[in-house]
């Protein structure tokens, strides 16, 4: 069995857009076609409404609950070929953990997808703590998404940078921060996904390592306090499940050394770019795992976090 786990479709109204000229390729019909075409037994549904940035948040959770009814509408018509996750913006107050409960109690939904960071502001902001708290206790997986543009947008705006560029990277300090900021000691059955192998995460790990152990050694590269995390950041890193969406080998076999193939999801962000899903299958087996992990990554590990077993 093959389960991709990161794909994106937008309902009719965001389809219609004039940004995408009529064009709009994360429909539920190109998710199912792509899937056909490469033998792709299911699909994880998700938006991360990047549409949304500049607005207000009452706006944003009447649109949240918007497409999370659509997306579950899709989940229930294409039945175990269609998972969705919800909509939720971590440090949205009690509206947002409201329709986030609705739409897994009631809708069905199998998880929650949020921004690696929302209008500046971060998932490991203290006023995130009550959503980390639902998710546990709802137990679903948080699949973490980069927005547009994190940081450093105005540097960005030439040959796609934002999209190759800085959206790892904002993905890549906001599991950062989650990590030294002891989310994964306060909820340590948290199951986080983090999109496109971590931003990068597994390069840098060693350097969060050495920033965290070498103490007043170190007191040129600034404060480490308040210390918040009793292990290394490894140690909280292999906690953390990411999908391979990267489309470059290295970078794939880093992450499966450094978490472990248990921890790896198959994933291809496609749609929207439909047409590369197939390099995303290819680089799978190019990895030439063991049958048994490169079973975990193609099905077992999104089996058990869907609750599919």
Known sequence: ?????????????QQAAPHWQGRC?????NVLAAAQRHGIDATVISNHTPYLRDADLPKILVDHGEINRFLAEQQHKH???????ACCIPNGGDGFLKELERAVKV????????????QH????????KPFFKLCCDLDIPVVMHPPPVGFGEERMTDYRLASSVGRPGDNCLALARLIVRGIFEQFPKLKLIATHLGGGICEVIGRMNYAYSMGDDAFFLGSYEPMLIKHEPLHYLKMVYMDSVCYHLPAARC???????????????APPLTNIKGQGL????????????????????????????
């Open 255 to 269: 992450v499966v050394e450094t978490v472990g193939a248990g921890k790896v999801l198959f994933g291809t962000d």
């Open 79 to 85: 039945a175990g070929k269609v998972f969705a996750l």
């Open 121 to 128: 502001r971060y998932p490991d902001d203290d006023d995130a």
């Open 1 to 13: 069995m093959i389960i991709d786990f990161h794909t994106h479709v937008y309902p009719p109204k």
């Open 25 to 29: 390729p994360m429909t539920i019909e």
């Open 107 to 118: 809708d069905g939904m199998k998880g929650v997808m949020i921004r690696a960071s929302h």
């Open 282 to 309: 290819s680089m799978i087996y190019d990895l030439k795992l063991p049958p048994q992990d490169q079973e975990k990554i193609l099905s077992g590990n999104a089996k058990a976090l869907l609750k599919l077993n």
